[in-house]
């Protein structure tokens, strides 16, 4: 998640004012919903139908990579570092050492919006004119679950297998990483203000504490804030049941009801919380990191009930003309030295082995920010949402549209 170019060392974000530029996170929601506000009712008529799948080792195009030095890449805004004052970026070392020329798009703006773009296209077996796009698990698993991702050859991103940090590997919904690699990770917990409120422990806590009543946010993403609330419910938010749904959001529409939460937000929730609008929140780690540069009163917490870890992931559509040209944008991306350059940048969790030590070189004063580089024993705790088929979709996005007022 960027805001600004790190042109030298100690320099950039630190001296260009942080949260001045849109980050990341802030466009997951297209313009955001506040005051439970725009919810997930979008995403309803947005999902595929069994009659869209496809099988990608039919549905692709002929490979030009060889011939064609070109990639087109798709990733969400603000989510690349960039060339300034005379020093190179990643994606421009990248085109000196490949000789591959990179037409680089940030047109992922929110991912069921980039859904509503593809879907007639991949559900049809056509391209969609890009060899590579960055989306978010749920959103990956998705449309493998379609068949519309190709496959990765693995003996050409021997980096990714490498050099993959380990609590990234075995997700349930791609088990051996053979269609996606992490571009860059985040941790969803607790933030809070300590100029405000004594430490908030527990999302339990968030949700009930008297002295934090309508001076709370939770995030309007269903997905990290619904995986909260069936943990509070004694339920596994990777492997749920109806049952374990049906307890945490009843127990959500009565944290709302009470006045509990005073709105459902992107990450806007970092302005309020600095300017102590609200007093803590549900929060992503990258937002906090970037926060602390100028106001050190803002924490972020490993909340009692663990940590909420995903990926924007980079997928490979069917009808790709450049996929050798996709597979070695990633294993480039998958060097430490490339990875700790981009990292010091985006300042989300750094999903590559090694990078720590690369950084060292890079920015000093990130090596042991565990909000970049969490060791295992730190990642041992988290959990991720379970992939939901299409009927669990509209009903739980429902749900959440009602609880949340979209």
């Known amino acids: 998640m960027a805001d600004t170019g790190r042109p030298t060392q100690g320099a950039g974000r630190r001296a260009s004012g942080l949260g001045s530029a849109p980050s990341r996170r802030t466009f997951l929601k297209g313009a955001g919903a506040t005051v439970f506000g725009l919810g997930s009712a979008a995403v309803l008529p947005l999902f595929g139908t069994p009659s869209a799948k496809q099988n990608p080792l039919e549905c692709k195009a002929p490979d030009v990579s060889a011939s064609t030095r070109k990639l087109v890449v798709s990733n969400w805004p603000a989510y690349l570092d960039e060339a300034e004052k005379g020093q190179k970026g990643t ?21 069921a919006d980039f859904f509503a ?26 449309m ?20 993959l940090i380990k609590p990234l590997q075995g997700r349930q919904w791609d088990k051996d990483r053979t269609y996606s690699a992490p571009w860059q990770s985040g941790l969803t917990g607790i933030a809070y203000n300590s100029k405000l409120t004594k430490e908030v422990g527990s999302f339990s806590d968030l ?5 934090l009543k309508g001076k709370v ?6 997905r990290d804030t619904m995986a909260f609330m069936i943990k509070i419910e004694g339920g596994n938010p990777g492997d749920f049941s109806a049952d374990d749904w049906g307890n945490a959001i009843d127990n959500l529409r009565g944290v709302v009801r009470a006045g509990q939460v ?17 007093v803590a929140c549900e929060a992503w780690s990258g937002d906090v990191i970037q926060a602390q540069f100028t106001n050190p009163d803002i924490k972020f917490v490993i909340p009692e009930e663990g940590l909420s870890l995903w990926s924007d992931n980079m997928i490979v559509p069917n009808k790709a003309q450049h996929h050798a040209n996709a597979e070695k944008w990633i294993d480039y991306y998958y060097e430490p030295e490339v990875a700790a350059k981009l990292a010091a940048w985006v300042n989300y969790i750094c999903p590559v082995e090694g990078a720590r030590e690369a950084m060292v070189k890079i920015d000093d004063s990130l090596v042991d920010n565990k909000l970049i580089f969490p060791t295992e ?7 991720d949402f379970m992939v939901l088929d299409e009927t669990q979709n509209t009903q739980y996005e429902g749900d959440w549209s009602d609880v949340t007022g979209g």
């Open 144 to 163: 493998i679950g379609l068949g519309w991702i190709q496959p990765l050859d693995r003996d050409k991103v021997p980096n990714l297998h490498a050099n």
């Open 262 to 278: 005073r709105a459902f937000t992107g990450n806007e929730y970092i302005q309020d919380l600095t300017a102590g609008n609200i």
């Open 207 to 211: 949700l009930t504490r008297p002295d």
């Open 91 to 111: 994606l421009q070392d990248f085109e000196a050492a490949t000789g591959i020329k990179v037409s680089y798009t940030d047109d992922v703006s929110d991912n």
């Open 117 to 142: 773009k593809v879907r007639n296209q991949l559900g049809d077996c056509q391209p969609i004119g890009r060899d590579m796009m960055m989306l978010t698990d749920w959103m990956a698993a998705k």
């Open 217 to 222: 946010t939770l995030l309007s993403e269903m």
């Open 377 to 383: 024993e730190d990642l041992q705790d988290t959990f």
